[in-house]
């Protein structure tokens, strides 16, 4: 009974979170296309008319944790983090399922912490009016994003908790 019924909580939130992380990896690789482009342009433009593109290093930096912090959630969905399991595959499958949920419950906590963290520095940012030093862009909305982007991890390992907790106690 309890197995069935958190069975489908998992896959009532994989089904609800997948499309979000899977937006969010689309984003990242639109970013990545841009920070290349924005990178060739100002090489360019450095070394045959010795005028780059004023800023590049700053918009460069904001798209990189667009790009990591956008790709997180959904590397985790699909599993395409690099994983060691030399012991665990020796371990029975429901005992495999146990050492799974441990590690994602931990996981999960972490960064809902982390997140959580990030939200308050961001209002911190944003009541300090924090701007970079170049082109004085507020910092405060991609700290945000790098939040958002944990926080959809998290609810990603919630997922796999929930997933494994279900396998762990299938009868």
Known sequence: MMNG????????MEKAIFPISRFL???????LVLMVLITV???????????????SY???EFMMAILVFASVGYTMAVKGHVVVDLVITRLPKRAQALVECIISLIAFILFAIVTWRNVLHARTAWQRHDVTAELFIPISPFILFVALGIAVLSLVLL?????????AIKK
């Open 5 to 12: 019924w958190l069975s489908r909580v998992g896959q009532f």
């Open 25 to 31: 990896q689309m984003l990242g690789q639109f970013v």
């Open 41 to 55: 342009v100002d090489v360019f433009l450095r070394y045959v008319f010795n005028r780059p593109i004023l800023g």
């Open 58 to 60: 700053e918009l460069t």
């Open 159 to 167: 997922v796999h908790f929930i997933q494994s907790l279900a396998r």
